[in-house]
Every structure is written in C-alpha cells, then in structure tokens.
T-cell receptor, first 115, second 116 residues
Framework: DAGVTQSPTHLIKTRGQQVTLRCSPKSGHDTVSWYQQALGQGPQFIFQYYEEEERQRGNFPDRFSGHQFPNYSSELNVNALLLGDSALYLC??????????????FGPGTRLTVT | AQSVTQLGSHVSVSEGALVLLRCNYSSSVPPYLFWYVQYPNQGLQLLLKYTSAATLVKGINGFEAEFKKSETSFHLTKPSAHMSDAAEYFCAVSYGAGGTASKLTFGTGTRLQVTL
C-alpha cells in the first residue's frame, strides 16, 4: 500500500517564475491538504481539497492555487515566485469523514528553492 | 482560533534518560491533538493522537502523551531515550467539526538531541 507521494523531490526556480507541485494521496483517502514549512519552522496550512473543490484555506495569497483531480491527486501552483516562497512543501492526505478522518498522513515533501 | 506552543526549541538528553517535550494548546472547541516526528530531509510521521477518548495516549516507538484539559497541555514523554529518537518533534491541534477533518495548526517544533 503506497503512502503519500510527491513530485518532484527538489526544485530550483527563479523569482517571478511559476511552479507546479504534485501529490498522490494514500490509497483510500479522498482529501488532500498542502502545507508550507519554512526552514526552522513548523508547517503552515495552505489549503485543503475535497471533491475537486477548495474546502479550507489558510492565510496565503492568491498566488497560491491548487487543483484536485477525480482520482484525488492534487497539484499546488505558485505564481510570481518570491524568495520567501523557498520552503519544503508538504502534502497530507486524509479521509474527510468517518473512522480516522482526523488523521493526516504526510508525504516526503518537495524542497523548493527560489533564487 | 487555535494555537500550539512548544516550550523549548532544543532539548538534549542522555541515552536512556527520560524524554519530556512540552506542548500547550489553545482551542475554542474540544481539540484533537497530535505529535509528529520529522527526521532530516523527510516528511512528518504521526507518533500519536488524542481524539477525546482516553486521556493517556500511547504511540509508536515507546512514546506516550497525556491530555490535561485543566492545564491545556499535551506533553510527550518516553521513559528511555534512544539515539534513533534524535529528530524534530511537532505538536499540532485540529478540531473535528461534525466528524470531518480540519486543518492542522502546528507548533514551532522541538529538536531532540540524544547524547551518549
């Protein structure tokens, strides 16, 4: 049973560019959440997707957008990259409701460096 | 609004000694509480969770935590530290409104160092 997978592992971009990060949830999960973890900090919630709709959103600008596909996989898009967007981006999957819905399982993350 | 405070950004213990990592939470509704561990260059692994059942929660790798509502605390303990426990530990809070999953709010983390 594959856990949460993310791609790519590492990414280097230039200021002003756009980036797309990808996530496949754990088998059986229907909800995907994205978090940003800056160096030396705890993860910060970006948004959560369920049934291809954004269900919750954290305090991030509109430059951060996402998408969820019918197979529950998800993408995180960041436009007009800033140096401050350099971070580890973590994807977490869960069940929206029912037994164990409160548990979020994390992928290994994508390390984004903006130069 | 909900928040988590982890006291001590760095904790150092000797191998075999007691591990105590502190976490206090603030939540306007009954919380769900979690401890995650992060090894270098890896994602987060769930150690244990509190979801309004037993207040003493046992997790993986010999860790446990006790939910104390009166103290708004959820401290993580392990009786005997092992070198492999060296990692970053995060406390997190969420709430389950109507039985549905909510976002996690994390503390700033505690780096555990284990020495010989």
């Amino acid at each position: 049973d594959a856990g949460v997978t993310q791609s790519p592992t590492h990414l280097i971009k230039t200021r002003g560019q756009q980036v797309t990060l990808r996530c496949s949830p754990k088998s059986g999960h229907d909800t995907v959440s994205w978090y940003q973890q800056a160096l030396g900090q705890g993860p910060q919630f970006i948004f959560q997707y369920y049934e291809e709709e954004e269900r919750q959103r954290g305090n991030f600008p509109d430059r951060f957008s996402g998408h969820q596909f019918p197979n529950y996989s998800s993408e995180l898009n960041v436009n007009a990259l800033l140096l401050g967007d350099s971070a580890l981006y973590l994807c977490a999957s869960s069940l929206l409701s029912g037994q164990g819905s409160y548990e979020q399982y994390f992928g290994p993350g994508t390390r984004l460096t903006v130069t | 609004a909900q928040s988590v405070t982890q006291l001590g950004s760095h904790v150092s213990v000797s191998e075999g000694a007691l591990v105590l990592l502190r976490c206090n939470y603030s939540s306007s509704v009954p919380p769900y509480l979690f401890w995650y561990v992060q090894y270098p260059n890896q994602g987060l692994q769930l150690l244990l969770k509190y979801t309004s059942a037993a207040t003493l929660v046992k997790g993986i790798n010999g860790f446990e935590a006790e939910f104390k509502k009166s103290e708004t605390s959820f401290h993580l303990t392990k009786p005997s530290a092992h070198m492999s426990d060296a990692a970053e530990y995060f406390c997190a809070v969420s709430y389950g409104a109507g039985g549905t999953a909510s976002k996690l709010t994390f503390g700033t983390g505690t780096r555990l160092q284990v020495t010989l």
